[in-house]
């Protein structure tokens, strides 16, 4: 038998290296914390795809909006552009079937018989027309442009250096950049062999004015 001291309680080994509860408490508290911190991580990588995801769409959505107001802007400029052609066609049409009552008119006034009531009738024709845009061209000693002038005549001339308009038969009439009818003229051409005669005779004057130690002075 042994003998058991009074007053002695016999404890458990407990290794020295064993940790205190102070310490088992501050330990558990650093575990949360580290296993908290991955959370939060993820967390706000899923936020950021979220953002660059409603970035991604409201860009599209903008382009989508500048895209479509731009063609809404072409569409408005097709509609008047062609608004404005259908109203100058119209126009065209109805000032074609006036022209021969202009080109009598235009007659008349030559001859000095628009007078009385004929007159007060054709000038307010005249004013009417040329509200709805009916200009009429057509000038003695302009330059022949076949675009915008019809030749019924020709002729040569000494005096012109270029195809000239030297007489008007019918005026040419406009609405903005379209042309109703050609002016009808007759034109002149330089007389053949002027321009050389001339270049000729230009070329022995100054040839004479060498020779003579230039032009005398007045």
Known sequence: MTEETPGFEEKPDVPSDAA???DAAQEAESADTAGSA???DVTDVALQA???QVRTALNE???DLQRLQ???QNYRRRVERDRVAVKEIASANLLSELLPVLDDVGRA???GELVGGFKSVAESLETVV???GLQQFGKEGEPFDPTIHE???HSYAPDVTETTCVAILQPGYRIGERTIRPARVAVAEPQPGAQGAKSASDEDAKASDEENGGPEEG
Do not use: N
């Open 50 to 52: 979220q953002l660059d």
């Open 151 to 153: 030749a019924l005549m």
């Open 130 to 132: 040329a509200k709805l």
């Open 70 to 72: 731009a063609e809404y």
């Open 61 to 63: 959505r903008t382009a």
């Open 20 to 22: 205190s509860p102070e």
């Open 38 to 40: 991955p959370a939060g």
């Open 109 to 111: 006034r030559e001859h």
